[in-house]
């Protein structure tokens, strides 16, 4: 039962060091982690919103590619129809609107009027295609006192043509301005109820292409499209070169030079980094092929659009794709991306402790036996002031006590040898004793005890 008891006790004791070295770790490192933890960036959503005009810019049609490309990487894309980019950025800009992402035209808004807007860069251009009826004219200020249909109330089409006009000095009396929408529009040109008509579209746009091809209408050619793109640093300059919609046809029939706003991808500045960077590689996919006026890998680019890039659009148009989303997939990337900062812990803290913890369990329970040495200091010190046989008995019973008490302590096997150090030096202490005792007389039977003790 005894034996029993020391074991348990054993068992206790070694339990409580390991929880008196462990626990302030633990505490530490849970603290570290905690501290981490909210540093740490939330998983991306599995669900994205896309804002996108249906007749503006070809943005309906980018949406569905961008659903399409995102739904093998497991987020699922709803696609939120608006009336122009206008209003798709003020979606944007309304935190309760749900609105992730938009597809909006180049000179629309800027960051004054969103501040919460930033651009994940542009997709293509979008020429500017203005129609008409009668003579030949190479500029926006013939079209004074004509009817024009400028795009409905909130899209980038109308936002630009206004623009334009008010810089040609059109608008006034007996000049119309006409929102309609682009079909509508068309078809009243083609009836000769309006005289002009602005259309954002791409050019492979099969609506503009059959216009084009409609007699009696009319392509503008800017003349000072040089001018223009001076003024107004979104828009570009393009040659429209003579039968590219339709070679058999010669359509046109000759060159057109036009003016191109750009579509972009604009995003709230609260977007999920790896959102991201998954939408600028579907962008780098649905946009970077040749086009009309588009050339290989012109685009995604880094061109003006009135907003701030984020960081990861700048960090993409410098670097690339980021090394994990190249090589990893889209969920694997996101969760690594994420966890990587929990390193911090294990290398600030967990380093450190894993070399402080031991030293700390080495230090319980040697201490123990440590302590114990000043007793024996102490008896040394007395010895040497001469003590008679009355007190050096006495010191050799505080001597044994200490002996009897250190056999007590409960020790890990791995630490035993310093209680067998104790038990040699208090055996060299009780020599001195015996000694001493020796000399100044017979000895009495714990002198006799202690001799057999060190013999």
Known sequence: MKKDSLKARLRRTLRWDLWMTL?????????????????????????????????????????????????KHGVTVEIRPTDGSLTSIKLLEDEHSGVDVAFVQSGTSDATKAPRVVSLGSLSYVPL???????????????????????????????????????????????????LGRDEAIEQLKQGKVDAVFIVSPAESPPVQRLARVPDINLLSFSR???????????????????????????????????????????????????????????????????????????????EAGFPFSSEARRYYQSGVPLLHRYLPFWAASLVDRLWVMLVPFIAVL???????????????????????????????????????????????????????????????????????????????RRRLTRRIAESGEPSSEVLTAQEKTA
């Open 225 to 303: 499209g040089e001018a223009y793109v001076r003024r107004y640093p979104y828009l570009s300059r393009h040659v429209l070169p003579r039968g590219v919609l339709d070679l058999a046809a010669d359509v046109p029939d000759h060159d057109v030079v036009m003016l191109a706003p750009t579509a972009n991808l604009v995003a709230t500045d609260a977007l999920h980094p790896a959102l991201a960077y998954l939408l600028m590689r579907a962008a780098s996919e649905v946009h970077g092929k040749a086009g009309i006026l588009d050339r290989t890998g012109e685009f995604p680019a880094a061109l």
């Open 351 to 429: 380093v450190p402790l894993g070399r402080v913890a031991p030293a700390l369990y080495q230090w319980r329970v040697r201490s123990r036996i440590f302590r114990w040495y000043a007793r024996l200091k102490e008896i040394e010190l007395q010895l040497e002031e001469g003590p008679g046989r009355e007190m050096l008995e006495e010191m050799l019973r505080r001597l044994d006590e200490a002996e009897r008490e250190v056999n007590r302590i409960p020790m890990p096997l791995a630490y035993a040898e310093n209680l067998y150090f104790f038990r040699e030096h208090v055996d060299v202490v």
């Open 129 to 179: 295609w203005v129609f008409y009826r009668g003579p030949t004219i190479d500029d926006l200020n013939a079209l004074q006192g004509k009817r024009i249909v400028v795009g409905p109330e909130e899209s980038g089409t109308r936002a630009l043509s206004m623009k334009l006009l008010e810089a040609n000095g059109v608008g006034a009396a007996p000049t119309e301005l006409l929102s």
């Open 23 to 71: 626990g302030p770790a633990l505490v530490i490192v849970s603290i570290a982690f905690a501290v981490t933890f909210y540093f740490v960036k939330p998983a991306p959503p599995k669900k994205l919103v896309i804002a996108a005009a249906g007749d503006e810019g070809g943005f309906r049609y980018f949406a569905r590619k961008y659903q399409e490309i995102l739904a």
